[in-house]
């Protein structure tokens, strides 16, 4: 790892940064170009970084430490932690103990629904790290996740299904499943991406960006998850995030409510926001996060202030990241109560 700020900062920025990183570095530390570039050629002859190009035109790249991938066929006798300690608990070395915890929480989670839902036959694992990141992306050949999902439940759509998991507590099988682990992987990772039935669901945590896209892959599914080797998350601190009492009991969700969007639709409906608060009832507290949203109808915002907190008085609602203009309707709703059909 990087013991400089200078050279951590480089690593943890590097990626999306190749021709400019530099300029960056100048501008964050306030160091002349000449210092910046001497941290630069630090990591260089260590071998972390490799650079291409001319002087006016240099990029940079971080150098992979390890780059791997293996396949295995699918069974029910398989065991997730089995396969974690043996395949990828090698290449986890010199990996902070929290950022090490959530890559085996995340992968168990994933290989644990391959081995119980997928009704795949193959699976491949591919590993990649650098001394920015580590990253994971598996890869299964069964039904689908989101079809599953959208058959089990007689769901309208596969969207649905997407914005159903972003709840939690989505599961085909809750004898044996609590339905919890992909609400949380989602949110634990910095980079969480599920391709599978046509779609790709999307998680940016830097930037809190929730998104659905569609794709060609329709058979099997895809997770890609990546995290930073510095990040300070920890995998009890976003359980409590949680948890209506600061415990890791699983009460208290948060709904990206751009996801009940179908591609570029308005959310103007009292269907919409019944489609939003379906299923709401086993917590305690919901938050809905209307980032990306930039305008919601009265009728939509009634059917959830109004509407389903009289139905459902034991639950409490809450929002974040609306508009000015949204967040009067809503306070409205709330002290004054509306119908407008």
């Known amino acids: 790892m990087a ?39 630090v990591l260089i002859t260590q071998g972390k970084v490799t650079a291409t190009g001319k002087t006016k035109d240099r990029s940079y790249t971080l150098n992979s430490l390890v780059d791997t991938s293996f396949s295995f066929q699918i069974s029910r006798s398989l065991q997730e932690d089995q396969i974690f300690h043996e395949k990828l608990a090698p290449y986890l070395d010199n990996i902070d103990e929290g950022v090490k915890e959530i890559i085996e929480y995340g992968f168990s989670e994933v290989m644990n629904n391959v081995i119980s839902h997928s009704e ?77 039935s046509g779609l790709v669901w999307k998680h940016d945590f830097n930037i809190n960006e929730w998104s659905i896209l569609p794709v060609k892959k329709n058979r099997g599914t895809s ?63 919901v938050c809905f996060d209307f980032k990306g949203v930039e305008l919601v109808s009265h009728v939509f915002a009634d059917e959830i202030f109004r509407v389903y907190r009289q139905i459902n008085p034991h639950v409490i609602l809450d929002w974040k990241n609306s508009s000015s203009e949204m967040e009067d309707l809503f306070l409205d709703i709330l002290k004054n109560g509306t119908n407008q059909n």
Do not use: W
């Not at 021709?19 to 170009?33: E, Q, T």
């Not at 099988?173 to 609590?178: C, G, L, N, Q």
């Not at 409510?257 to 179908?262: C, G, H, P, S």
């Open 3 to 41: 013991s400089s700020p200078v050279r951590r900062y480089i690593i943890n920025n590097l990626s999306d940064h190749q021709k400019d990183i530099i300029k960056m570095v100048i501008r964050k530390f306030g160091l002349s170009r000449q210092a910046a570039l001497r941290h630069m050629y």
């Open 120 to 196: 795949g036959k193959t699976c491949r694992i591919k590993i990649l790290k650098n001394e920015g990141s580590i990253s994971l992306k598996i890869d299964d050949n069964g039904v689908g996740i989101f079809s599953k999902l959208t058959e089990h439940f007689s769901l309208e759509n596969k969207r649905h299904a997407i914005l159903e998991l972003s709840k939690g507590k989505l599961t085909t099988d809750p004898v044996h499943h609590t339905g919890d682990g992909l609400y949380f992987i989602s949110r634990l990772f910095d980079s969480f991406i599920l391709n599978s």
């Open 223 to 285: 997770v890609f998850l990546e995290i930073s080797n510095f990040s300070n998350r920890t995998l009890r601190q976003v359980m409590q995030d949680y948890s209506s009492n600061g415990g890791i009991i699983f009460d208290k969700t948060c709904i990206p409510v751009i996801l009940a969007k179908l591609e570029s639709e308005n959310l103007f409906s009292r269907s919409q926001a019944g489609r939003i608060t379906k299923n709401l009832d086993k917590f305690k507290e």
